[in-house]
């Protein structure tokens, strides 16, 4: 990566407050507690709504929603996707690691076809599985947070797709 797109990524990693950081750890954690239903939901809402993302896993791409409850494959995926989610929310505070790590994420599903509008509906699905998870923990301002959040980790992932394709 060039200094130029190091320092332009680096800049998008800026933009939430620590209270707006702490927001988002807060109630990260109350679904992170539960990480592998509330994942699996996650990945349940993406197919309804998404169902070309469905395509995107061979092992199941054709198994109806009742058979993808017990796949073992959409469990191990769920898994290190909550996981990842984990370690970005952590690090909301570190951009240097914010923005590597991001970056490895976007390559890799880069390198299965998914695109960066498909993170965009992603995030899109997750702050609405927030909403209707968290209740009142769910206010304007952990909203507002949430947004900040997926924008900063969405806009890495955009820049990064649309770098790898350039090279």
Same mark, same amino acid.
């Given at each position: ?16 407050? =620590? ?5 988002? #750890? ?8 539960? +990480? =592998? +239903?509330?994942?699996? @939901? ?8 998404? %169902? ?10 054709? @198994? %109806?929603? @009742? ?13 290190? $996707? $909550? ?21 490895? /994420? ?5 390198? =299965?076809?998914?695109? +960066?509008? &498909? ?5 899109? /699905?997750?702050?609405?599985?927030? #909403?209707?998870?968290?209740? &009142? #923990? ?6 507002? +947070?949430?947004? #900040? *959040? *997926? ?6 992932? &955009?820049? @990064? $797709? ?6």
């Amino acid at each position: 990566m060039s200094a130029k797109s190091t320092t332009e990524t680096n800049e998008t990693a800026t933009v939430l407050t =620590r209270s707006e950081e702490q927001a988002v #750890k807060d109630t990260w954690a109350l679904v992170y507690i539960n +990480s =592998r +239903s509330n994942g699996l @939901e996650l990945f349940l809402r993406l197919f309804k709504q998404i %169902p070309h993302a469905k395509g995107y896993f061979e092992k199941f791409k054709d @198994e %109806p929603e @009742e058979n993808l409850k017990q796949s073992d494959e959409l469990k191990f995926h769920v898994g290190k $996707m $909550m996981d990842s989610l984990n370690v970005l929310v952590g690090n909301l505070g570190n951009k240097e690691f914010l923005v590597t790590e991001t970056q490895t /994420i976007a390559r890799d599903h880069k390198n =299965r076809s998914v695109t +960066s509008q &498909d993170f965009k509906l992603v995030f899109e /699905i997750l702050q609405n599985m927030l #909403k209707d998870k968290l209740g &009142d #923990k769910y206010n304007a301002a952990t909203e507002v +947070s949430w947004k #900040k *959040c *997926c924008d900063v980790i969405w806009n890495i992932v &955009d820049a @990064e $797709m649309k770098r790898h394709v350039e090279t």
